[in-house]
């Protein structure tokens, strides 16, 4: 039983997800042997429970997860260090199925019982202590994040020095929040240390350092530094195809990454071609129905609109929006915000009533939902932008001056007169190249994301009615919304 378990969990970490379910089953199959006690038949359902979760996520890694802590907690208490674990996989479950609060609480029971009996310095303390950061991140709690993660960065330090693996992980973790702030270039001094960190560890070659590349190539991107981003994007691409296979998913993210720097550049053509690389990477090896392909198809469809094949984009983001509120339901985080992606497309393609509905369903659904209070502002800003171009500049103003209260200043254009570069475009959603693997939904996948956006360049004028902010535009220009004319549209 144990080496059938052994053998599922090595599986499972390389994603072979069949030979994990073969080995988990011949396993379970053996717990009834008298050899084998209680404690280690429990390890066994933690361990496909976990696999469950990772592969399904749905009533039946819930209810195993449930059965599993009950039995945790009645043979070695509430307060034991394995019922954490119970605790912490509830919150990878709650957390994939968008439950944003339920994550939170469960991370932080489980982060409660390891810090009573390790202390706050203790790995399994801090891991959960970053996956609380990361949800408070996730639920427009920013300020409480900033904080732990820095917290944990320090101690994270003190402990392993500045040259360690994990100080290189929490530095990576805490960008995605300073690139949501707007802190560019604290972003660009953490992601450059998190990449010298790794390659002083593991070489060049490795595939973790390339992973820290294409970190720095996002921030890059933010910076509107296109060039410089393609080009760690490239370095990457070559360790990935060396060390994982040229048909690995890490070579498809390159791609696509790629597709959006080039695509912010206007070389339109090698935008497509590299999506279009990207996505028969991930179909030649997981098929049609991979669920990254969604969020992928989002991006790519943008880049086409962009190119102006508009009739193509269009379709392809809403298939990618349907797609997600089919897998991961209507009313998911994802999928609202890939409705909300779906009417700045629109907008851009000159369908302001069609623009307009779908956004005035994304901010109805958002406010209902469990979606940060940042992404709601974006969805409202986002819409006010549809609701100018249509010439209703009453309801411009009533959206847009809550809106405008509630944002901080984010992203800085450079240049700033007329042309707004790349970066004051940025959504600010989180970032597709790292939410597959930390479960946080659709991206803003396009450097020009056509929302509203406060900027701290100089603005063109005050918005009347929004407390004198200047909002900026996202897309080719950065004009403030009373400048616009319904056909204003690009």
């Known amino acids: 039983m144990l080496f059938h378990s052994t053998v599922a969990h090595a599986y499972q970490r390389q994603s072979m997800s069949d030979k ?10 053996l717990l009834d042997s008298p050899d084998v006690s209680e404690i280690q038949r429990l390890r066994v359902r933690l361990n496909r429970a976990t696999h469950l979760v990772q592969t399904d996520g749905g009533e039946l890694a819930e209810s195993t997860l449930q059965a599993v802590l009950a039995d945790f907690e ?11 674990n119970v605790l912490y996989t509830l919150g990878n479950l709650a957390e994939k199925q968008g439950h944003l609060e339920r994550a939170l609480a469960e ?10 009996e390790f202390g706050p310095d203790h790995p399994g303390t801090m891991l959960a202590g970053e996956q609380i950061a990361s949800v408070l991140e996730r639920l427009g709690r920013e300020d409480e994040a900033l904080a732990l993660y820095e917290d944990l960065l320090a101690r994270a330090r003190a402990r392993h020095g500045d040259r ?68 760690e994007l490239e370095r990457a691409r070559a360790v990935f195809s060396g060390t994982l296979g040229p048909e690995h998913e890490f070579v498809s993210i390159t791609w696509s990454a790629a597709g959006m720097s080039l695509s912010a550049l206007g070389r339109h053509q090698e935008a497509l071609a590299a999506f279009t690389k990207a996505r ?7 098929g049609a129905d991979y669920p990254d392909l969604p969020t992928l198809d989002l ?6 609109i962009a190119a102006d094949q508009v009739h ?11 797609r997600l509120a089919a897998s991961e339901g209507p009313g998911s985080v994802a999928a609202i915000m890939a409705r909300g992606q779906l009417g700045s497309c629109l907008l851009r393609a000159r369908r302001p009533d069609r623009a307009v509905a779908t956004l005035e369903a994304a901010v109805r659904d958002a406010e209902a939902a469990e979606v940060s209070a940042r992404d709601v502002t974006s969805l409202r800003l986002a819409l006010a932008e549809a609701l100018a171009a249509r010439g209703d500049r009453e309801r411009v103003r009533a959206l847009a001056a809550p809106a405008a209260a509630s944002s901080r200043p984010t992203i800085r254009c450079t240049p700033p007169p007329s042309a707004c570069s790349p970066a004051c475009a940025r959504a600010e959603a989180p970032r597709s190249r790292r939410n597959t693997a930390r479960g946080r939904g659709p991206a803003a996948t396009c450097p020009y994301r056509h929302v509203l956006k406060t900027c701290t360049g100089p603005p063109r004028g005050p918005l009347p009615g929004a407390g004198g902010a200047a909002l900026w535009r996202g897309g080719a220009t950065c004009a403030t919304l009373p400048a616009w004319r319904p056909n204003d549209v690009d």
């Open 74 to 84: 009645r043979l070695l208490g509430v307060g034991h260090p394995l019922t954490s």
């Open 299 to 304: 991006a790519f469809g943008e880049a086409l």
């Open 107 to 116: 991370y932080q029971k489980a982060r409660a019982i390891k810090l009573a």
């Open 164 to 231: 360690s693996t994990t100080v290189a992980r929490i530095l990576v973790n805490t960008v995605s929040l300073l690139l949501q702030r707007g802190a560019l270039e604290r972003a660009h001094t953490y992601a450059s240390e998190a990449l010298a960190i790794d390659s002083a560890l593991l070489g060049d070659d490795h595939a973790d350092v390339a992973i820290k590349r294409v970190n720095l190539a996002e921030v890059l991107a933010d910076r509107g530094e296109h060039e410089q981003a393609l080009a």
């Open 280 to 286: 028969a990477l991930l179909v030649a090896k997981f």
């Open 20 to 29: 994990a379910t073969a080995h988990y089953d011949a396993a379970l199959a």
């Open 312 to 322: 193509e984009g269009l379709q392809r983001v809403q298939d990618g929006a349907d």
